[in-house]
């Protein structure tokens, strides 16, 4: 835990106690706060009770005796209308903060030297910041990674001058960030996403710009236009910027040249790693993602020899792209976390002979805009609400059947890619949500992981 000394002896209201809520509570009372917290859910008032934090309706509290108010992430705190309690607050005249910035306060006051890397983008942002972690840890560097990925923040170990906190953050969590200066930021890459949480695309990416605006070191991708101009705005702020791209560079940076990750100096481009044969690392989405995170590595003096060690020892993420393991020549892939088309389409990219096994509650758009990949599609095996919506879309072009539950399409889908010659991957990437059968896309991916690891001869990855 990292106490929370700078509110010592003052008054702070909280709104929101879910695990980084309940944390920062924690975290503020071991500091010396006198923290009154609240949630709409009454539960969760008893657990925060439970464990000694005072809690209290914020519609009824004397604002005036309150510091300042902390929000959860998860909380509107503009669109599509500011929460009852950040209206509260705003009225009184509170500042509205978070976490992280709670986190950027201690870390001014103990060690404002200590290395932290903060990571954000639309897409890409745990598979990267997770990349940077094990990278440094296998440089022996004492790690501490968090945020929104994992472990919230205030649960890590404190700041100091020798321990790196590699933080994923959320544009709710820089919202309510405002001293976020870290030593290197990393934005990967924009696109539209929240936009009823902050308004417009324009406001989202002016808030993404906020995590590199006042960093050391901004780490840029620029593979679509809007990240090219918040690297080009935080150049001309003067900010040192290192781009990374799956094209070549004109300036410093690194970028991907197919399978190879090449490091650009003001007068040198060389060689760094190869992402080849890494699956934790496929596909362009990947490159980019590992491109990030060696620019990061270079920045912080690992050696490029460490680097190569820690890209090929990755393992990866849960649900994301995930090899569970073989049975012959047939991979099975668990990509449950793609929720929707634009996530799938970055499987149906890295792979051939699909077997693919998808839906759940579609999202807007279904699965059109993938029809370019339906070549590659072997077979399709519904599940879920959107089956007859995506039969409809696969047509003629895709064979496919309505399996109806998870539990058939592995069954169906292992063996018809088993009974083909050669390579094949079963890949669960439904582009759905999984809520009209599953509680979330973790327990989807868990059960997923659990029926391929019950078929007979699987070689599972790690095993």
Not at 335 to 345: V, Y
Not at 436 to 451: I, K, P, T, W
Request: aromatic share 6%; glycine share 10%; charged share 20%.
């Amino acid at each position: 835990m990292i106490p929370v000394s700078i509110f010592a002896g003052k008054t702070v209201a909280l709104f929101g106690l879910g695990g980084s809520g309940l944390a920062t509570a924690l975290a503020l009372k071991e500091g010396g706060a006198h923290v009154i917290a609240c949630d709409d859910n009454p539960a969760k008032m008893a657990e925060a009770g439970a464990k000694g934090i005072e809690t209290a309706d914020l519609r009824k509290a004397d604002w005036s005796r309150f510091t300042s108010f902390i929000l959860s992430p998860g909380v509107p705190l503009t669109h599509p209308e500011p929460h009852w309690s950040a209206k509260l607050a705003r009225d009184a005249g509170v500042e509205i903060i978070g976490d992280i910035e709670l986190f950027c306060r201690e870390r001014a006051k103990l060690a404002p030297d200590a290395p932290f890397v903060a990571i954000t983008g639309t897409n890409g942002k745990s598979t990267t910041t997770a990349l940077i972690a094990h990278i440094l840890r296998e440089a022996g560097r004492d790690v501490q990674m968090g945020g929104n990925i994992g472990t919230a923040i205030l649960s890590l170990d404190p700041p100091s001058d020798e321990r790196i906190h590699v933080i994923e953050c959320s544009s709710f969590q820089i919202d309510l960030a405002p001293s976020l200066a870290p030593t290197i930021g990393v934005h990967l890459n924009l696109s539209p996403d929240h936009i009823d949480r902050h308004g417009t695309m324009e406001l989202y990416a002016a808030i993404k710009e906020r995590l590199v605006a006042k960093a050391g070191l901004a780490v840029v991708g620029i593979d679509d236009p809007m990240s090219r101009a918040i690297a080009a705005a935080c150049e001309a702020k003067g900010i040192n910027v290192a781009r990374v791209s799956v094209e070549p560079l004109d300036g410093k940076g690194v970028f991907a040249d197919g399978e190879t990750l090449v490091g650009v100096t003001a007068s040198d481009a060389a060689p760094i790693a190869s992402l080849a044969g890494i699956g934790a690392l496929r596909g362009a989405h990947n490159a980019q993602n590992a491109a990030a995170a060696v620019a990061v590595a270079l920045a912080l003096n690992v050696s490029p020899e460490t680097i190569r060690s820690g890209l090929r020892t990755f393992p990866g993420l849960p649900h994301r792209m995930e090899e569970v393991g073989r049975i012959g020549e047939v991979l099975f892939i668990n990509d449950s976390k793609a929720t929707n088309a634009d996530s799938t389409e970055k499987a149906l990219k890295s792979f051939t002979d699909i077997f693919w096994i998808l839906g759940g509650k579609a999202k807007e758009g279904g699965i059109e805009p993938l029809t370019s990949y339906f070549p590659k599609i072997r077979k399709a095996y519904l599940i879920g609400a959107a089956a007859d919506e995506f039969a409809r879309t696969l047509g003629s072009d895709v064979p496919h059947v309505h399996s109806g539950t998870l539990d058939t399409a592995v069954a169906q889908a292992a063996a018809d890619a088993e009974a083909r010659s050669g390579h094949a991957v079963v890949l669960l990437s439904p582009a759905c949500a999984s809520y009209d059968q599953f509680a979330n896309y973790e327990v989807r991916g868990n059960h997923f992981r659990d029926l391929v690891r019950a078929l007979p001869g699987l070689e599972a990855r790690g095993a």
